[in-house]
């Protein structure tokens, strides 16, 4: 699944666009 816009330090993973 996709991920919003979440800033990666939360999520530990960096976001991909």
């Known amino acids: ?3 919003e816009a ?3 330090a939360v ?3 960096p ?3």
């Open 1 to 3: 699944k996709e991920e």
């Open 6 to 8: 979440r800033p990666a």
């Open 11 to 13: 999520s530990g993973k």
């Open 15 to 17: 976001v991909r666009m």
